[in-house]
């Protein structure tokens, strides 16, 4: 898939650069009031997606807490977030739901935003964490730290961040320079992945029983178990570098007309694209080491988001609010819906194994090639 055909399948190009703007009548076309209106419509639909998702996160939220084997109202789940003593609420809502549901928020947002990142600043709705072997590098070093060094949850956590900064790296270096870069660096992310799924296969069939059920929870994408411990991490980390990529959300959507028109634009475009890919990389990596590599969260946000604002805008806000309502709503789901109970990460991937077929089959109608 060539990078400007990928791109215009994510909606993610201006459509003067998807169409070319060498028609003497294009000119004509940009300006006028037309242009200022159609304008403010793009940014009036945008503002109402983010509303929208907001409105439906925090229901979600709220969902979250309220549901379970024992139901509670809102009034008391708004006593125990205020610290008031509610008898059985407080351990229930306030031990048990109360971080969950912050880690699946969190978790669910980061996974978005990165997802959103790397999609953009490749051209390519195939780049997603999940799919170029940053994930599968946060994986891989947490079940060796699980099953060959035995080391503690948190202990776990920081391996996989190492993990998947090393991974990022190293496909990074390995797919730099020269042209096709998005595209090589999406092959070889592809190839590295599969290499440290071998791994991680070859790590289980040594592990004992205790061991393997532990990497298995861990591989499957969970929020089970989660703490307080775990989730202000991946609170801190989302803070400090989303809003690295939220502030370059400019930079990237006019890197898509080309690297010449965005430094003509004032873009200093290799910083965009250090800065970008450290914020995602530390994204996905730090909730990675919390939740586990929870699937398709991160390559589904970006392609959800674009396809409800338009082909116009920037979707990185409305990405991170698209992740946070998939890891939420598939947690209750996999919690609730069935005589089982399933991780998160079943709910995604089940989800988004279809969805990635039906990318690459609407790629390839379109003509293009990755």
């Not at 070889?188 to 992945?193: H, L």
């Not at 080491?289 to 589904?300: E, K």
């Not at 920037?314 to 309502?325: C, F, H, K, T």
């Amino acid at each position: 898939m060539t990078e400007t055909s990928s791109a215009t399948s994510m909606g993610t190009l201006p459509a003067g650069a998807a169409q070319g703007e060498s028609s003497p009548h294009s000119f004509s076309r940009l300006d006028g009031p037309g242009v200022a209106r159609a304008r403010r419509r793009r940014g009036r639909r945008r503002r109402w997606v983010i509303a929208a998702l907001s409105v439906l996160v925090l229901a979600l939220c709220l969902t979250s807490l309220m549901v379970g084997h024992t139901v509670y109202s809102l009034d008391q789940v708004w006593d125990v977030i205020m610290g008031r003593p509610v008898d059985g609420a407080t351990f229930t809502v306030g031990t048990l739901r109360l971080p969950r549901m912050a880690l699946a928020l969190v978790a669910g947002a980061s996974f978005g935003l990165a997802g959103i990142a790397f999609q953009t600043l490749l051209r390519n709705p195939l780049a997603s964490p999940d799919i170029i072997g940053i994930s599968s590098g946060a994986s891989a070093a947490a079940v060796f730290a699980i099953v060959v060094a035995n080391l503690s949850r948190t202990q776990v956590s920081l391996v996989a961040v190492a993990g998947g900064l090393i991974v990022a790296f190293a496909i990074y270096v390995l797919s730099a320079g020269g042209a096709g870069a998005g595209t090589r660096l999406i092959l070889i992310g592809i190839g590295v992945a599969a290499m440290l799924n071998s791994v991680v296969a070859y790590l289980l069939e040594r592990a004992g029983q205790w061991d393997y059920q532990e990497a298995l929870r861990w591989l499957s994408g969970s929020l089970g178990g989660a703490t307080w411990e775990a989730t202000v991490p991946v609170i801190v980390t989302l803070v400090l570098a989303g809003t690295l990529v939220v502030t370059q959300a400019r930079a990237l959507g006019l890197a898509q007309m080309g690297d010449e028109a965005a430094v003509g634009l004032g873009v200093r475009v290799p910083l965009m694209r250090i800065a970008v890919v450290m914020g995602a990389v530390a994204l996905v990596s730090v909730a990675t080491s919390a939740a586990g590599p929870i699937a398709f969260v991160a390559f589904l946000a970006g392609p959800i988001a674009v396809r409800l604002i338009g082909a116009h805008g920037s979707p990185v806000i409305p990405a991170a609010l698209v992740g946070a309502v998939l890891v939420l709503s598939a947690d209750l789901v996999g919690q609730w819906v069935f005589d089982t109970r399933y991780p998160v990460g079943v709910v995604t991937g089940a989800v988004g194994a279809p969805f990635l077929l039906y990318l690459i089959v609407s790629i390839h109608r379109k003509g293009g090639s990755l």
